[in-house]
Nanobody, 121 residues
Framework: QVQLVESGGGLVQAGGSLRLSCTAS????????MGWYRQAPGKQRELVAN???????NYADSVKGRFTISRDNAKNMVYLQMNSLKPGDTDVYYC???????????????WGQGTQVTVSS
C-alpha cells in the first residue's frame, strides 16, 4: 500500500520560512508527478506547486518567487521550501503523488494526511 507522510508544518511569523517534506512509501517503482496542494476550511483544494519526475515544475501565481519545490526520485521524497511567508499562506498543506507505479499496482492519485501551516501577522 502506497502512503504519503508529510512533515515540517508549524507556526511562523510573516516573512519567515518553513520547509515541508513528504515521503512516499510502499514498494514504489516510479512516481510521475509529486506536488503540494493547500486547502482552507470551506474552500477547494488548490495546487501550490508540482514537479515531474524529470524535474519540470509548475507553481501557483501566488507563490511564484517565494516557494521552491524539489524532489529526490531515489528516495521518493518531495520538498517545499517556503520563504517570505504571508498570513494568506495559512492553510493545511497536502502532499500529492500522481501516477504512482508500485509493486501493488498503479495509483492515479495518492494524498498525505495534511500538515498545518500558520503564518501570523
Amino acid at each position: 500500500q502506497v502512503q504519503l507522510v508529510e512533515s515540517g508544518g508549524g507556526l511562523v511569523q510573516a516573512g519567515g520560512s518553513l520547509r515541508l517534506s513528504c515521503t512516499a512509501s510502499g514498494s514504489i517503482f516510479t512516481i510521475n508527478s509529486m506536488g503540494w496542494y493547500r486547502q482552507a476550511p470551506g474552500k477547494q483544494r488548490e495546487l501550490v506547486a508540482n514537479i515531474a519526475s524529470g524535474g519540470s515544475t509548475n507553481y501557483a501565481d501566488s507563490v511564484k518567487g517565494r516557494f521552491t519545490i524539489s524532489r529526490d526520485n531515489a528516495k521518493n521524497m518531495v520538498y517545499l521550501q517556503m520563504n517570505s511567508l504571508k498570513p494568506g499562506d495559512t492553510d493545511v498543506y497536502y502532499c500529492n503523488a500522481a501516477g504512482v507505479y508500485s509493486r501493488n499496482g498503479y495509483y492515479s492519485n495518492k494524498w498525505g494526511q495534511g500538515t498545518q501551516v500558520t503564518v501570523s501577522s
